[in-house]
């Protein structure tokens, strides 16, 4: 017959499930805050992820008198942001705004259509299209699959929750 011995309490104190799940949804925080900054280092950089965005076309670049992909006030860097959902997920992103949800133009790319509204405004700006331009194509400009589906955040995700059961079992 064996006999068990150690400190019972202490590990009744570690397997509690509510300090347990705190842990984990405190690394979920982590990861959640990790997560955006690197979002907003990838815009600023130009280069998420390590892959550049595509050139801003001349006609943009005319229009906002800047050359720097998705900047212009800096309302997509500002609008990133995370949400802690529960202990297993975590939103990492820009939530949708009233009309346009721009951050997914930018992310996926799309087709506009000129109307004359749009026709008028551009041409206010200073851009003249030409009478036959029926279209405006936005190309895709990833800003969050680069960072969030790529190996380096893969890695620090890992590293915050290995840290956190590190810390869970040195009570």
């Known amino acids: 017959m064996s006999k068990l011995s150690g400190d019972w309490g202490k590990l009744e104190t570690i397997l509690n499930p509510s300090r347990i799940a705190a842990g984990v949804k405190q690394a979920a925080s982590k990861v959640g805050s990790y ?23 001349s006609m943009t670049i005319a229009r906002k008198g800047s050359s720097k992909p998705l900047i212009d006030k800096g309302d ?6 995370y949400q802690v959902i529960d202990a297993n997920n975590v939103f990492v992103g820009v939530k949708k705004g009233k009309e346009v949800n721009i951050a997914a133009v930018h992310e996926f790319g799309c087709t506009i259509g000129v109307t004359p509204k749009m026709r008028a405004y551009l041409h206010h700006q200073g851009v003249h299209l030409k009478a036959s331009t029926q279209y405006i194509h936005i190309p895709p400009r990833p800003f969050l ?7 380096d955040f893969k890695a620090k995700v890992a590293e915050i929750y290995i ?3 590190e810390r869970m079992f040195h009570t």
């Open 145 to 151: 699959r680069p960072v969030l589906l790529g190996d």
């Open 35 to 57: 997560g955006a900054s690197e979002v907003k280092k990838g815009i600023v950089s130009g280069a998420p992820g390590g892959q550049n965005f595509v050139p801003l076309s």
């Open 163 to 165: 840290q956190a059961i």
């Open 76 to 81: 997509l860097v500002g609008s990133v942001t």
